[in-house]
């Protein structure tokens, strides 16, 4: 029921963020939207509490808008301020495996998002866990429920009232069991059980379209299919002449560090901030994937 299929990149690797003035100067070189100076902070754990231990800083701070860009509005409150807040891994910038496996992934950055023990949480997974996230520092974790690839909708708070699942094939069977706790920690993982039978194609259920002209931070690329991908829109940044830039973050196969993707131009601008689509029909090319269209946009309905 898994639609990913890993598609080889031969992308290099960026060098890991170090504290020395030579290496910031490499980096900065190398994508010029990374803020080498960006200070560390201490996320809220009600807000991020999947954090690690590892020194982060905040996700606006440690991107900086192409010359000529403004971040557009989020309102406090909004996922794209949570996304805004996401913690940023300052120890590394290369993407490991779900296994601690090096991976040729074109990363700009590293969000501090734990990825689990077991080939799970993936492109499609990686979408549906930070709107997860979200949802649960709003403190709207009885709005928790996505599809599975069968087409069979999932809650939160059926997984706490004790509802046990058993697949048969393509069948998801539900029977009866003893209630489970209702804290992060469970969760997670209720979230790893989605992982396991949601994917592209179950996005567009849980999901609706998005006009080009309307792209806003927390929605998504999804090519759905088998194998099918999807990009998360992280932060959106506009010119006065009306182009807008996005940074976008993946996940991918196998299960691996949530990162930031990084780009050249003339698909990204300072190697991190992609060229929107305006027109359904438009292309925007990630280093990933085949090209999205703009008619790809999606945005979860909750």
């Known amino acids: 029921m898994r639609p990913h299929v890993r598609i080889p990149i031969a992308l290099v690797l960026l060098a ?5 003035p030579a290496a910031a100067q490499t980096l900065r070189a190398t994508v010029r939207a990374v803020n080498p100076e960006a200070q560390r902070y201490e996320p809220s754990s009600t807000e991020y509490p999947f954090t690690h231990t590892s020194p982060v800083a905040r996700f606006d701070q440690v991107f900086s808008t192409p010359r000529g860009f403004a971040r557009v509005d989020a309102p406090a409150g909004s996922y794209g301020a949570w996304l805004r807040g ?14 601690g496996a090096a991976l040729n992934s074109p990363s700009a950055a590293i969000i501090a998002l734990d990825v689990g023990e077991k080939n799970l949480q993936q492109c499609a997974d990686s979408a549906i866990r930070l709107h997860a996230e979200f949802l649960w520092a709003r403190g709207r974790s009885a709005e928790l429920a996505y599809h599975f690839t069968s087409g069979d909708e999932v809650r939160f708070t059926d997984w706490v009232g004790g509802e046990r699942l058993s697949i048969d094939g393509a069948k998801v ?3 009866a069991g003893a209630p489970r706790s209702a804290d992060h ?5 209720w979230l790893d059980v989605v992982f396991m039978y949601a994917g592209t194609r179950s996005l ?5 379209a998005v006009q080009p002209a309307d792209v806003r931070a927390g929605d998504f690329y999804v090519a ?3 194998p099918g991908h999807a990009v998360v829109v992280l932060d959106v940044a506009t010119a006065r002449d009306g182009r807008r830039v996005a940074l976008l973050g993946q996940g991918y196969m196998p299960a691996q560090d949530f990162h930031v993707l990084r780009g050249t131009a ?3 601008l300072d190697g991190a901030w992609f ?15 085949q090209p999205f269209r703009g008619s790809d946009l999606r945005r979860f309905v909750r």
């Open 204 to 208: 567009h259920r849980d999901s609706h």
């Open 86 to 99: 996401l913690p940023v891994r300052l120890d590394r910038q290369n993407v490991l495996s779900f296994k």
């Open 275 to 289: 060229v929107l689509p305006s027109k359904l029909t438009d292309i925007i090319d990630t280093p990933s994937w």
């Open 224 to 226: 759905p299919g088998s």
């Open 16 to 20: 890991l963020l170090a504290a020395s």
């Open 266 to 268: 003339p698909q990204a």
């Open 185 to 189: 920690a469970s969760m997670r993982q």
């Open 173 to 175: 069977r539900r029977r």
